[in-house]
């Protein structure tokens, strides 16, 4: 089956500190993974995609197929990183959703 | 560049009343169109896509039918409100299959 975990509904850190939030998936063939961010009071917009093997406001999150993961990572937490972020895999026209993280990052 | 537009922002219907939520593209042609519904804690339910004016697949049995008039122009309606139909919409737009996703700023449903 097709499947998209985000085991972390909220994840709370410091300014400065280290961000990993997690992305499992579940997919039989080659899959292309994305991550959306959701600032408040913004639209959902895309923050990065694996193929593009790019860094966006110091995200980085990189395709581990031996573990089905896509974390998605930054070294020093910011307070406008504070959001909801969402992993997304692709299948045939479908996106497949994580239920989301909330991240908060406190001063 | 390329926007989205969706109307209304919020919407509070009766049950059993029509619903007609309407969401266009500008600045390409041929995209890819998505209607989501985004429940709490439950991330993001395709409803309907599109991948051409008339062409509609739905992803969910449900009370909500989408249609595709025009090439940029895609709508998520009702015949009967439910209840249960109560949520968070979000039309998208993409430019192919394998492209990434642009989402409107969503309308808030409420049924009562």
């Known amino acids: 089956a097709q499947r998209v975990t985000q085991p972390e509904k909220l994840l709370s850190v410091f300014k400065g500190a280290p961000v990993e939030l997690k992305c499992n998936y579940s997919?039989?063939?080659?899959?292309?993974l994305f991550w959306y961010v959701q600032y408040s009071r913004q639209r959902l917009q895309l923050l990065l995609r694996?193929?593009?093997?790019?860094s966006i406001k110091g995200f980085t999150a990189d395709l581990n197929k031996g573990e089905t993961s896509f974390h998605l990572k930054k070294p020093f937490a910011q307070e406008e990183d504070s959001a909801m972020y969402y992993c997304?895999?692709?299948?045939?026209?479908?996106?497949?959703w994580g239920a989301g993280t909330k991240l908060i990052i406190k001063p | 560049s390329q926007t989205i537009h969706q109307w209304p922002a919020t919407l509070v219907q009766p049950v059993g009343s029509p619903l007609s939520l309407e969401c266009t593209v500008e600045?390409?042609?041929?995209?890819?169109l998505y209607w989501y519904r985004q429940a709490a804690g439950r991330g993001l339910q395709l409803l309907f896509y599109?991948?051409?004016?008339?062409?509609i697949s739905s992803e969910v049995p449900q009370n909500l039918s989408a249609s595709r008039p025009q090439d940029r122009q895609f709508i998520l309606s009702s015949k009967k409100l439910l209840l249960s139909d109560s949520g968070f919409y979000l039309c998208?737009?993409?430019?192919?299959?394998?492209?990434?996703?642009?989402f409107g700023d969503g309308t808030r449903l409420s049924i009562l």
């Open positions: 997919y039989s063939g080659s899959p292309e």
């Open positions: 694996h193929i593009s093997r790019e």
């Open positions: 998208a737009w993409s430019g192919g299959r394998n492209q990434p996703q642009h």
């Open positions: 600045g390409t042609s041929n995209p890819n």
């Open positions: 599109s991948v051409g004016i008339g062409q």
């Open positions: 997304a895999l692709l299948t045939n026209y479908q996106l497949i």
